[in-house]
Each structure stands twice: as C-alpha cells, then as structure tokens.
C-alpha cells in the first residue's frame, strides 16, 4: 500500500484546522517520488543518528552500516521495513482512531468523526513535527515554528473544534476533552478533587471511574463515564472491553481463551435476554441501565455489573417505581 | 593447587559482618566477591527486594535465600497509577504467598507495591505465618475488608498495617473488631485510603486504647472531626498522625476538646489527612508545628493565607505535600520560613480546567529553590515555565536528587521566548550530577535528550510525555544514561530504530515502558527472538497485532528483562512473540 493513501486514511488533510498537517498533506500525497526519496534518505538519517550528531536530519553523510546483533541494517529484508517504518509508524499511529471505524466487523463501532478519541487528537500535533522534521531539509526554521506559540495553543483548539458535544453537556469552553492518563495524577486524588468540585459546583470536571463486572469474568474492569456522551457509548465501549471473555469458553485456569471471540456474539447475548447491563446507584440499589436520562445516570452511578438475565428479573419494577418516587 | 587464603575467617563471623550490610545493592555485590561469600550471603539475607515480580519466580527467590524473613515485591509499571495499564493485566501476588507459605513459614514482613491482592491471599497469609509483623500495601488492589478481617484475626504480632493508596472494596466496618481483645502491639494503621463504612469507631477507640506502642495511625476520611479527640486522648505517644475529615461545626466545645486533645501530643512529627478543611480548626495544631518535620496537606482545600500562616509555624518542616492554592505567594513564605525543607510537592487544584485558576507560576519553584538550600526531590504542577526558570533552579540546588515538573498542557513552549524547554532541563542535568528521578514535560525536541544522555549519568528513572521529534531521542537515552533502570515514556515519536539499536541496553535495566509511541509489532518480535532475557509485552485491546500490517505501531509496549521466561498469567490483551505463529518454528 502506498504511503499517500495512508495520509488520506488518517484525513490530515480533512482536518483544516491543524493548519500545518495539511500544510504538509497536498505536497506529500501528490509526489509519491519525494516520500520514497525521505524514506531513502532516512536510512541515513539512522546511521547519523548513532554518531550523536546534532546534524539536522536530512543532511547526508557518507555511507555507514548500523551495527544491529553484529549484522548490518541494510541487509534486513525491506518487509521489516526499516527504512520506511518510521513515516508509516507515525502516520499509521493516529490511523487508530479511523482504522476503528474502517475496521470494525459491522461497523458498529465507527466513531463519528467529532468523536475522535483524545489520544489522536494530542497526537496531531507530534505528527505535524515529525512530519516536518522528515520532509524538511532545513528543519530547525519548522521546528520552531511548530514548536512555538501556534503549537500550543493548538490542541486546545483542536479539542474544542473536535468535540463539540462534549462541551454541549460541559460549561462550555472552561472545559476540555481529556488525554487518558494525563495529567499524571493518581485515581485517588481524582475523585478526592472530582468529589471536592461536586459539592462546590454543578459541573465537576474530572473524571468518573466506576467498577465494571461481568459475571463469569475472571477480573473487574474500570470506566471512565466521564468519556462517554450517551448510553450507545457507553455500551459499544463495554462490549468491546468484555468481548475478549467468551462466555462459557475459559481455560482451566479461569483465563478466558485469547482467539476466537465473537463480538457479534457477545452483543446477541448484551442484546438478548442472557445479559442486561445494570448500575449501583448511590442507594445501593441495583437498577437497569437506560432507565433514566444519562446525565441523572452519570450522577448516581457508583458501579456497573454485566449480569445474567435470569437475576435481572427483580430489578425492572424497582427501577421504574424509583422513577416514579423520584418524579 | 589452592592456597588456603592466610586471611580466610570461619563463616559465623563473615555472617556477622554481613549482617551490618542491609542496603540490597551492597548486598549483592557482596555475592558476586566469590562463591563461598555468595553461600554465605545467601543463607544470611533476611531482606529480599525484588523490583520486578516477574523478573524472578518465586521459587528461584527461595531457592537461593532460604531464611529471608522479610520481602517487597513491586509488580505493574508505574503507569498503572495513571490507567495507563487495563485491569487484569497481572502482577497478582498470590502464587507468591503460596510458595512462600511452603517454604519460608517464619516470614515476617510483606511490602507489596502496585500488585493485585485478594482475600484469599490475605487469608492465606493469616494462616500461614505465625510470626507475621508487617504488611504494607502500596497502590494495590483487588482485596475487601474480609481479607483485613483474617489478618486482624489471625496475626497475633502484627506491628504494621499500611494500607496506602489501596482501593479496599468495602464490605462493612467491622474488620477492625476482629482484633482480638488481647492483640496490643500495633506500631503503624494506616487505614486512610478506606470508604466510608469501612471503619467502627468504637472498635478503633478501643483498638488505639489497649495498643499503648501505637507511633503511626493514619485515619480514613469517613472518621469525623469531632470524634478524632477522643482517638488521640488513647494516644498521646503518636508520633506520625493522619486526620480524617477536618470539617466540624464551629462550636466552641468540639474546638477546644480536639485543640486540648491535640496538644497533649507532645511527639508528634507528621501530620496528614485534612479533608475537607474548615479554615477556623488549623489554629488547634499550631502547637504541635514547631516540631513537625511532615506535614501532607494535598487534600486540604486551603488557600494561600491560610496555608501561609500554617507553614510559618512549622520552622523545621522537612517535607510538605500541598495543593497549588499555596501559590507563589505562600511557596515566596514557604522559602523564608522551613530552612530545612528537603522535598516539595505541589499538586493541582484543578488539573483539567483550562485556565489557572491560582497564580502558582515558576515564581513559587524559583523562590523554594533560592530560600530552601537542602531540597532535594521535588514534584510540581504549573501551568507555565521558562528556561531561565529552570537555569536558575539548577544552579540554586545542585543537590537535587528527584525532580519532577508537570506543565499541565502537553508541549508547552518557554512563556517567555516561545521556545522549547530543552536548555532548561538540560541545564538540570548538567548542574544536578546526583539526580536520580527526572520527569519531563513541556515542548521538548530530540536536543533534551543529548542533554540527557550526556550528563545524566546516575539518573535512574526518567519518565516523558509528548516530547521529542526522532529515534534520536531515544537512542541518546538509551546509549547515554548509564545507570538508567526505569524508563517510562508515552505519546512521543520513538520508533524500532533506536528501540533495535540499543536492545542490549534493555538488559541493563529493569524496565521499558512505551504507550502510544510509534513501535512496531514487527519490531517487537524480533526484539524478543533477539533477545530472550527480556519479555516483550504488547498491550493492545483492539485485538491481535498480526490483524494489522506489520507496520502499524502497537499501542502498548512493555519490556522488561526477566530470568523466569515468559509469564502465565497473561490477559488476552497482551501479545507476545509466542502468539505469532509465524514465529513458532524459528
């Protein structure tokens, strides 16, 4: 497969606002020639990057073989694709979020293209460096233009053109979408602070991590709800995040078994009658889910359970009589 | 022919010189002198640290140190903390207890870091350890307050129980009453990280009466203000003490009750807990701050006057753990005040919003650096930096063993000069020659890193974030940093190159971690056939890694090097070489 295709699957040059990418996207993508010719070059950018050179990348220098295991790089087969890996690394990176979407058996799990998941959109602009810094002879004057004020800026604007529905049900520009993981801050703390600006505020921003079981699963797994918009969401993250334990189908150690799985099948039985997705809510009562508006779900939820059908069978009247008493 | 060595002693006394070698480190080096030094070392270490729990099997760890009586185990990497690591990924403890039940009964001490706990470990350790003293959980999980009950049940020596930042699945309050009426000689609870059904009052009034050597008690934010004066009344010896929540109504009696019973603490050193904070109740431990040396208020939603009146009474504070409410202002105090000060850590107040909400700057790190010259390890949360901030911050402490910034939003430029921060954290490097632990942040390119490898020399963990532009980066870490042993690294453009290129390295040290970089699985693979002493771990949920080109970069990456083969317990969403089958035959 060609590399300009890849660009085009990433959609660099659909996203207008990260100006540099598509900058950069028409002039790659139209000369095949000039990304073969970087790629070429960039097996001497490996041998200059072991002198520790501060050589700006793109200068050559005279023919050197990479010492790898006491072999030469050059003789590894092209499939390894060292020479050309680095560009398709990065560019196949944030393919992620897309090759989800184009990927996936039926489609259910395309994401929107505002629903671009927050570890893409913080690595746009890494692309956007990178990019530059392969494709530029004379870097440093790129660099610094990408490393300088229009970079920073920049993915708070790219999150908030990004995620337009998340800041519908945020206040407003005051908040941003969040990378996973960052700040480096312990899940402790962040509820500890999520709980703190609950009771000051309306609007707690932050993050929301519950408990989620599946009966039959060997351990718990843990959920953001903060991430997620609406129920469907919710939903289509929990099927792919217990697809993997088929149900019935684990090995004598309690591990489930690692091919095999059958997303389709999991959902006829989420969808069925054998699983219902159900929540703890502050009362400690167990309530199906999509009982009541999301952002009133969001609140009272303290954990999640994937249970059996056949023990679900109380909890329908309750949730509804609840309803009525909170109404 | 061997000549018996003029100088050789009997093994009782080289024994008896080992044992004032504790340091795990010498330790070893002490084994590696010649083989009988390595027997006899052997069957005397009684500490055992094994920074990796799959680096080393548990029976390999017992077969060669027979009589340990004391072990810490570390298990998930140190980006679980920030659910960068699924669940279920591993690090379970348990087939360690059971070897250990075996074989070394007289066990004494367990330090766990980050791994998974359960009941039935917890149990199994009640049961199986008759002389068990010490347990310490650190950021572990995966138990309730059933497995407290059977420690508390059954471990008559029980000294310390030190629950720090554990997620306890709540079950009911009642484990605390399952110390028998007779058990007294609890040293060290540290219950802070429980729920708020998880802890009987009276159970721990009575518990913290009969237990006269009680030094640390670290309480849960569920115990209110009003009742802590009647806990502290049982324990005037404390030395380390942690409040739960410190809001109360205002009333004059409950104010001068918890002041009276505070003063009446005349050891005390360490202070922690505040939730909650009702301004008017810090007067009541202002006469026990002459003599603080710790003080952890990264809870207490105080702000900056407050939090300036407080330290100014704390003159031979050591260490201080606060919410950047302190500000620069009360950091410029803090600076005049704690001349002692040997570690800092400022935590955001509101890490996700977008505009500062307090005006903590490079200012309150500059200023600490200038006032307090014994810092040495420092954690700090800004929303802006400068490399002349950073320049001056080196020269001012070139002692500093541990320095951690986090720039809240990645890729931050230099306010001042918009460029990237690669002088200033070089400048770091270069004038802190002992620094152990570094933690990058802001806009970085490849520059940092030759910074990094080329003065960096004891530095042993450096984690990074949204940095750098090439392979070069890496490789100048990787070829540069000799005593690197943990490196961490997220979101940044590194790729197989420099990752195949100094594969040897890994060896060397005890830990790889890269999420979201631009590895390849081919890569990966043949790092691993390379490479057997290392277990290459690809997390990837969104299925097999051969289900994409080869090219296509893995999510996940962690390696590590490891003398017990390929682990056993692996989720379905680690990839390894063996799940190529393309591999099997080679």
């Known amino acids: ?327 | 022919m061997h000549k018996k060595m003029a100088f050789s002693f009997p093994d009782e006394v080289l024994e008896h010189v080992f044992s004032f070698i504790q340091s795990d480190k010498d330790r070893n080096s002490v084994s590696l002198v010649c083989k009988s030094w390595y027997e006899i070392e052997r069957w005397c270490r009684r500490k055992v640290f094994v920074g990796n729990c799959y680096a080393v099997s548990p029976r390999m760890v017992i077969k060669r140190f027979p009589e340990f009586r004391s072990i810490e185990l570390k298990g998930k990497p140190h980006f679980a903390d920030f659910n960068l690591v699924p669940d279920g990924w591993g690090g379970y403890v348990f087939p360690w207890i059971v070897e250990m039940a075996g074989a070394v009964p007289w066990l004494e001490e367990i330090k766990l870091k980050r791994m998974v706990v359960t009941d039935e470990s917890l149990e199994l350790i009640a049961k199986s350890f008759k002389n068990f003293k010490v347990l310490i959980l650190s950021s572990c999980e995966g138990f309730s307050t059933d497995g407290l009950a059977a420690i508390a049940a059954s471990c008559k020596n029980l000294k310390e129980l030190d629950l720090r930042d554990c997620e306890v699945d709540d079950l009911s309050g009642h484990w605390l009453s399952h110390f028998p009426d007779t058990y007294t000689s609890l040293v060290a609870l540290n219950i802070s990280c429980l729920g708020s059904d998880e802890v009987s009052l009276s159970a721990l009034e009575r518990l913290v009466g009969r237990c006269t050597s009680l030094k640390t008690l670290r309480l849960n934010r569920a115990v209110p203000l009003d009742k802590v004066a009647n806990i502290l009344r049982r324990a005037p010896q404390l030395v380390e003490f942690g409040t739960g929540t410190y809001a109360a109504e205002l009333r004059p009696d409950v104010y001068s009750d918890f002041a009276g019973a505070f003063s009446s603490c005349k050891e005390l050193k360490s202070l922690s807990g505040f939730w909650d904070v009702v301004p008017d109740y810090l007067p009541a431990i202002y006469p026990v701050c002459s003599k603080l040396t710790s003080l952890n208020l990264s809870y207490a939603t105080i702000q900056s006057p407050e939090l300036i009146k407080l330290v100014s009474h704390c003159p031979n504070l050591q260490r201080l753990l606060v919410l950047d409410y302190i500000e620069d202002s009360g950091l410029e105090a803090l600076a005049s005040s704690c001349k002692d000060l040997q570690e800092l850590r400022v935590f955001p107040s509101d890490p996700f919003g977008v505009e500062p909400n307090v005006s903590l700057t490079e200012q309150g790190l500059v200023a600490v650096s200038s006032g307090c010259p014994k810092l040495q390890s420092v954690l700090y949360f800004c929303r802006r930096m400068s490399n002349e901030a950073l320049v001056t911050v080196a020269k001012n402490c070139p002692n500093f063993t541990r320095f951690r910034l986090c720039i809240i939003e990645p890729r931050t430029a230099d306010y001042l000069t918009l460029e990237p921060l690669d002088v200033g954290f070089g400048a770091i490097v270069q004038y802190c020659k002992d620094l152990q632990r570094l933690s990058l942040s802001g806009l970085l390119t490849d520059r940092v890193f030759e910074y990094i490898g080329t003065y960096a020399k004891k530095l042993e963990m450096l984690s990074v974030a949204f940095a750098g532009d090439s392979d070069l980066g890496l490789h100048h870490v990787l070829s540069g940093c000799e005593s690197l042993r943990k490196l961490e690294i997220r979101d940044c453009p590194f790729g197989d190159k420099a990752l195949l290129a100094n594969a040897a390295k890994l060896e060397t040290m005890r830990s790889l971690w890269m999420s979201s970089c631009a590895v390849s699985f081919g890569a990966c693979k043949l790092l691993a056939q390379k490479m057997p002493r290392l277990n290459v771990e690809v997390i990837d949920e969104r299925g097999p890694p051969d289900s994409r080109p080869e090219s296509c970069s893995v999510d996940k990456l962690y390696i590590y090097r490891t003398v017990a083969g390929s682990r056993f317990d692996m989720p379905p969403f680690v990839w390894t070489m063996e799940d190529d089958p393309s591999l099997q035959l080679s």
């Not at chain 1, 499939?79 to 996936?104: E, M, Y």
């Not at chain 1, 167990?286 to 999640?304: A, K, N, Q, Y």
Request: proline residues 7%; hydrophobic residues 30%; neutral net charge.
């Open chain 1, 1 to 327: 497969m060609s590399t300009p295709l890849e660009h085009d699957y990433i959609g660099l040059s659909e996203t207008s606002s990260w100006e540099r990418s598509s900058e950069k996207t028409p002039s790659s993508s139209s000369s095949t020639p000039s990304i073969e010719h970087k790629t070429t070059t960039d097996t001497r950018l490996n041998l200059k990057e072991t002198e520790l050179r501060l050589g700006l990348p793109g200068s050559h220098s005279p023919d050197r073989k990479l010492p790898l295991f006491g072999k030469d790089l050059e003789c590894n087969d092209k499939s390894n694709g060292f020479a050309v890996s680095p560009l398709k690394n990065l560019v196949s990176g944030a393919k992620r979020g897309f090759s989800d979407a184009i990927d996936a058996p039926n489609g259910k799990w395309g994401f929107p293209m505002n629903g671009k998941s927050d570890v893409d959109l913080a690595k746009g602009p890494v692309l956007a460096i990178s990019r530059a810094v392969l494709e530029g002879k004379n870097n440093l004057p790129a660099m610094k233009e990408v490393g300088a004020v229009s970079l920073s800026p920049k993915p708070i604007q790219d999150k908030k053109n990004h995620v337009p529905p998340a800041n519908e049900h945020s206040n407003g520009p005051a908040s941003k979408a969040q990378v996973v993981g960052w700040p480096p801050i312990r899940s402790f703390r962040k509820n500890t602070m999520a709980s703190n600006s609950a009771k000051n505020s309306d609007d707690a921003v932050g993050c929301l991590y519950v408990k989620v079981s599946m009966d039959g699963a060997p351990y718990l797994r843990k959920v953001d709800l903060k991430t997620y918009k609406n129920y469907m969401e919710l939903s289509s993250a929990l099927e792919k995040m217990f697809s993997c334990f088929s149900i019935g189908q684990c090995r004598s150690g309690g591990l489930p078994v690692r091919d095999g799985f059958s997303e389709s099948r999991l959902m006829d039985l989420l969808h069925g009658s054998e699983y219902v997705l159900t929540y703890e809510d502050k009362d400690d009562d167990w309530m199906l889910i999509g009982d009541v508006p999301w952002e009133m779900f969001i609140e009272s939820c303290t954990r999640l359970r994937i249970m059996k059908g056949s023990e679900a069978v109380g909890l329908a009247p309750r949730a509804m009589e609840k309803c009525k008493n909170q109404k």
